[in-house]
């Protein structure tokens, strides 16, 4: 974790792609523009933080852009983590897919896409994961229902369906 | 050998008419005697059996009953379950094939892994909406008779997780034992192996009431 | 319906392309042929379906296995078949509540998968946990990472072939579950572990226990040591097969022991100490060649160091608190109840709504036996988690699977299989 004066540096050296900074808890992140992924993370990379230990979504109802790709890096050889982030908002949810440069990202992609409704370009295979490939609808947005079903027991089936009718 | 060459001497004997200490004492299987009661040489010759002494004698020594009820038992003491581990349940499902609580014990310890040769399905853990076809394809290879225990809160009764990614196991396919807890101790899934044992031997209604006559003591609806 | 055609499911439109997929039975349709082969047909390519039920894959995992001959050519691991909806149903429960609904993510390191949890919640409240119970925390997560070792290992024996390993294993599963059984009153997924501490202190008579079980251990692993080192079979599984290097890993993003395995001496536990961990001296074991036996081999010394690390802490085992006395995050103990007023309000207010959190977002990484595990909370203020995930290492592992199987023979994919310690229930969540 860069402390804060350290964070400031950095996001400085990214330019005009890093759009906030937060450093909150000792944690460091940068907000960066969406269409710029590849480029911030590649950058990064040369600067040591060479592993992806991460990549997950959130979505941030009700604030707008409300889907949010959250990028985990560490450097191994400083010890030194940072966070980068990426929201998108909810109609056009693309980002660029760091797949190519970092071949940990693809299944936590497609996760994200089964769940968010993110879509990465470039993706070599992007499709559910977690859900089945045909089930409709991405369940982590906090306007999807929880869901749930009632439980009958196969003795008392009889019964209910009595009482059904 | 048998006209003294090689050096072994032979010594031919009548069987059935030694009697002694030394040499071969062969009993004359003679089933009509034996049933008569006692044995057929020696001080113990009892006076012959008769009556409802012969019966009580046969009692003792042969047991019948039905085909069904040998079947039955027979079926019930040799569970093939299906080697089928979903989440954490599967974990207290090893422990109870493990060395302390041993199901070997009871017979149940043949885990097949083709469903074809499996008579018990133990859904231990969770069925997710991706997983539920594939149990049923599973359970509707297994040949007949065939009897599913549902292991653990989940599989049950969607457990802790009452959402959209579960589904209870009563939904797609019949179930005979649910075993509550979370995970279940091998105890626990023990009791509900015995219960299913008993339910093949005997098809009672083994609920407590019955047994200690406490029929009136439902909960309202 | 009696008049209309069968339209068999491989040509019915209706259904999804995924699902007319499914249902092709044709072997016809998987097979084809190497394209420089010449039609020769003993040269094609097989496409199999290990199949989410099988024996040896370690869970309900479906490999599609591309396969010439023996070899494999192509592998691609299918999951999703336990999803559990865990991180939804998360969002949906107070902070407190959230605990054993996380812990039964990665089902054998249940310990982990709280602690991951509880310093996330710990760092947004901004709550200290006292020394005692940073030990106790040590000591219970190091039992747990023996415990799963020991699963790992019976199961993978298994794979292997061999057999008896396997009921070794759970016999001494079987003192540690006695053990968590002491301590929190259930063998598996205890919420033992509160935000701000542990639920309990220890009964007396555990360290005694403990003792008894940390003489016994290390005897016990050289027993299996013993007998799998000299088994030619395991030997000649394990040695030279699926050999990858150490920067194909890092790219995965692997960690754990399987990164540990190829020289690279990464352990959370060293690297970024949290609870206490630096008190301790262990060492970690790290690997040469990259080989399915340098990953057995870390594994299995990673257990005599657990052992170390417990022996430690049982010693040095401060007096104090063992949960955080902040009486906003923590409940107050039950005597104070009948006394105290404000207890009582605090009692409460904890069990009904919960404490509030601050909003921000926190990603708490924990070393669990199977890498990087970390647990990533965003909270809008409310008494409910707007967000909780779980960084799990299996799922990010099984990427690794592809490069350990391909150009190897089926048994040695399974051998990979198991050396890999993938865990559905933490890959799928």
Redesign the interface.
């Known amino acids: 974790m860069p402390d804060a004066t350290g964070l400031e540096l950095l996001a400085k050296d990214l330019g005009d792609a890093a759009l906030r900074t937060v450093y909150f808890r000792e944690q460091a992140t940068v907000e960066v523009d969406p269409g710029r992924i590849r480029e911030v993370l590649s950058d990064l990379r040369g600067r040591g933080f060479n592993f992806l230990a991460s990549v997950h979504g959130v979505d941030h109802y009700p604030e707008e852009p409300r889907l949010g790709v959250v990028y985990e890096l560490i450097d191994m050889r400083k010890v030194d983590r940072l966070t980068v982030k990426v929201r998108v908002p909810l109609d056009t949810p693309e980002v660029d897919s760091v797949t190519p440069e970092w071949p940990t990202a693809d299944h936590q992609e497609r996760e994200v896409y089964d769940m968010f409704g993110v879509v990465f370009n470039g993706h070599p295979d992007l499709r559910r994961i977690l859900m089945p490939e045909d089930y409709e609808g991405h369940p982590q947005r906090r306007d999807f229902p929880v869901g749930g079903e009632p439980v009958i027991f196969t003795r008392d089936e009889s019964k209910w369906l009595e009482h059904r009718e | 050998m048998a006209t003294g060459g090689t050096r072994v001497e032979v010594k031919r004997e009548r069987l059935g008419t030694v009697g002694g200490t030394d040499g071969l004492r062969v009993k004359n299987l003679n089933a009509h005697q034996l049933l008569r009661g006692g044995d057929i040489e020696g001080p113990n010759q009892p006076a012959h059996l008769d009556g409802e002494e012969l019966t009580r004698y046969v009692e003792e020594r042969v047991l019948t009953t039905t085909l069904d009820s040998a079947v039955a038992w027979a079926r019930s003491n040799s569970f093939f379950p299906l080697a089928f581990g979903l989440a954490c349940c599967a974990m207290e499902q090893f422990q109870a094939a493990g060395p302390r609580m041993d199901i070997a014990r009871f017979g149940f310890e043949a885990f097949r892994a083709s469903p074809r040769q499996a008579d018990l399905i133990i859904l231990a853990g969770r069925v997710s909406i991706k997983m539920a076809p594939i149990i049923r394809r599973l359970y509707d290879q297994m040949l007949e008779p065939k009897w599913a225990i549902s292991m653990g809160a989940c599989c049950s009764s969607m457990g802790v997780f009452n959402n959209y990614a579960l589904v209870p196991a009563d939904k797609f396919m019949p179930i005979d034992v649910h075993v509550p807890g979370c995970p279940p101790r091998p105890e626990a899934l023990m009791h509900g192996i015995l219960k299913l044992r008993d339910l093949v031997q005997n098809d009672p209604e083994a609920g407590w009431r019955e047994r200690y006559d406490a029929v009136g003591t439902e909960e309202r609806p | 319906m009696a008049g209309a055609p069968r339209v068999s499911p491989a040509e019915d439109t209706t259904l ?1 392309d ?2 007319r997929r499914e249902q092709s039975v044709t072997l016809s349709a998987l097979e084809e042929p190497l394209p420089d082969s010449g039609g020769d047909p003993t040269q094609e390519l097989l496409t199999l379906n290990f ?5 040896a894959t370690h ?2 995992l479906r490999l599609l296995v591309t396969l010439q001959g023996e070899i494999v050519r192509d592998i691609k691991p299918i ?11 998360a ?2 429960k107070a902070y407190w509540k959230v605990i ?2 996380v812990e ?1 993510m990665d ?2 390191s ?1 310990y982990f998968n709280a602690m991951a949890y509880c310093g996330a919640v710990e ?2 409240v ?1 709550v200290e946990v006292p020394k005692r119970a940073q030990y106790l925390r040590v000591i219970h997560l190091e039992l747990n990472r023996i415990a799963s070792h020991l ?1 790992w290992l ?1 199961t993978s024996a298994l794979d292997l072939g061999a057999v008896s390993i ?2 070794y294993c ?2 001494e ?2 003192l540690i ?1 006695d053990l968590f059984e002491m301590s929190s009153g259930a ?3 205890t919420r033992y572990f509160q935000v701000g501490g542990v639920a309990e202190d220890i009964p007396s008579g555990f360290a005694a226990k403990l003792r008894e079980f940390l003489d016994a251990m290390p005897e016990r692993a050289d027993e299996y040591g013993a007998i799998l080192n000299s088994n030619e079979i395991v030997l000649q599984r394990l040695r030279g097969t699926s050999i990858v290097d150490q920067q194909t890993l ?6 754990g022991p399987l990164l540990r395995a190829t020289g690279n001496p ?1 352990d959370l536990r060293k ?2 100490p949290y609870s206490s961990y630096e008190d301790f001296e262990f060492n970690i074991p790290v690997g040469t060649v990259g080989d399915n036996y340098d990953r057995f081999a870390v594994r299995l010394a990673e257990i005599y160091e657990s052992v170390k690390i417990i022996t430690q802490a049982l010693d040095g085992l401060p007096e104090g608190p063992y949960i955080t006395e902040d009486r906003k995050v923590a409940l107050p103990p039950r005597h104070e109840l009948a006394t105290s007023m404000e207890a009582l309000i605090h009692h409460f207010k904890l069990v009904t709504e919960g404490f509030r959190v601050p909003p ?4 708490n ?1 924990i070393e669990s036996p199977r890498g ?1 595990l ?1 647990c ?1 909370v ?1 909270s809008d203020g409310s008494s409910k988690p ?2 909780v ?1 779980m ?1 799990d290492p299996s ?2 592992n ?2 690794a699977l592809a490069p350990m199987a391909t150009g190897s023979y089926i048994a040695d994919m399974i051998a990979a299989t198991a050396m890999l310690d993938p865990i ?2 933490g890959i ?2």
């Not at chain 3, 199949?51 to 024996?55: A, D, E, L, V």
């Not at chain 3, 921000?360 to 990603?363: F, I, K, N, S």
């Open positions: 999804s995924y699902r199949g989410p039920h099988h024996p869970g309900v999951v999703g078949y336990v999803h559990t909806g865990i991180e939804k149903t969002e949906d054993p609904v039964r089902y054998l249940y760092r947004l901004e699963i019976g396997f009921l759970l016999r599963r079987e579950l063998r598996m997924h890092l790219d995965l993003g692997v960690t990464w690297a970024d921000g977002e926190v990603y990484p990087e970390a990533y965003r707007a967000r995930h960084r799922f990010v099984l990427q559905l229930g799928d969540r």
